[in-house]
C-alpha cells in the first residue's frame, strides 16, 4: 500500500509543484465535456505503478472540442491493453485562427513535407513540459479530421472538428511506437476510427511493445 502524499507523488513522479491543481495536474482533467467519477487514489497508484507517456494540450481560438473525452478514451485503450497511461501535462488555447484549416500535404501522399502553417502549428506548446503536443484544429485542407505527420524534431499531432472519440489516441499511437496502420477493424490502428468495432478498440502486444520502449515513456 501507497503512503506517500499527493503532493510528494505529483513532485517526485510528475514534476509538479506544492502549488498544484489536484483536478488538473494530479487527475489530468482539463475540460468539462465527459464528467464521471475519478477517484484520486486510483490515480495516485497508477502514477506510481505504471508507465506513461507525456502530452501537452493545444487548442487554437474558436475550436471547441471534446477533450475530456478523448482522453478518458485514449487512457482506457491504453490501460486496458498495455498497462499504460497518458498523462496530459497542460492545456492551453492560442489565438492563431488562420491555422484552424491546416495547409499541410503530409497525410495526403507518401512523401513528407512541411508547409509554412504545420510549422507555425508545432512551435506551439513546446514549453509545456512534453515532448509530444496534440493540436485541436478544424481540419486540413485534405478534409482529413486525424494526422500524425509533424516537422522533425517536434513531434505532436493533430485532431480535427467531428473526430471520432478514438482519433486523438489513434494519432498518438502512430507517433509513439510509431505505430502504422492495422486492417483489423477491431484495432486501434484501422482506419477509419469511426468504423472500429467491438469497442473499446484493441491494440496487439507488438504495438504496446512499441508504445513501452518509445523515448517518450517514462515511469515513476
Not at 18 to 28: A, C, K, Q, W
Amino acid at each position: 500500500m501507497h503512503t506517500l502524499s499527493a503532493k510528494t507523488i505529483a513532485a517526485n513522479c510528475l514534476g509538479k509543484n506544492p502549488i498544484l491543481s489536484v483536478r488538473e495536474d494530479i487527475m489530468g482533467v482539463y475540460a468539462n465535456d465527459n464528467p464521471q467519477a475519478r477517484s484520486l487514489k486510483k490515480q495516485l497508484n497508477l502514477i506510481l505503478d505504471r508507465p506513461f507517456v507525456r502530452v501537452a494540450l493545444v487548442t487554437l481560438q474558436g475550436i471547441t472540442p471534446n477533450l475530456q473525452r478523448d482522453l478518458d478514451t485514449a487512457n482506457e485503450i491504453y490501460q486496458r491493453e498495455c498497462d499504460a497511461w497518458i498523462y496530459p501535462v497542460d492545456s492551453i488555447t492560442v489565438n492563431s485562427t488562420h491555422l484552424q484549416i491546416l495547409d499541410q500535404d503530409d497525410c495526403a501522399s507518401s512523401g513528407h513535407s512541411v508547409s509554412d502553417e504545420e510549422d507555425q502549428l508545432f512551435d506551439f506548446g513546446r514549453s509545456l513540459g512534453a515532448d509530444i503536443v496534440c493540436y485541436y484544429i478544424n481540419t486540413s485542407n485534405g478534409g482529413f479530421v486525424g494526422c500524425a505527420a509533424h516537422p522533425p524534431g517536434r513531434r505532436g499531432f493533430w485532431v480535427g472538428n467531428g473526430a471520432s472519440p478514438r482519433t486523438f489516441a489513434h494519432e498518438l499511437t502512430h507517433v509513439v511506437g510509431d505505430n502504422s496502420h492495422e486492417s483489423d477493424s477491431d484495432n486501434l490502428m484501422s482506419t477509419p476510427t469511426s468504423a472500429i468495432t467491438n469497442l473499446p478498440a484493441d491494440l496487439t502486444n507488438s504495438q504496446c511493445n512499441r508504445i513501452e520502449d518509445d523515448d517518450a515513456m517514462e515511469s515513476c
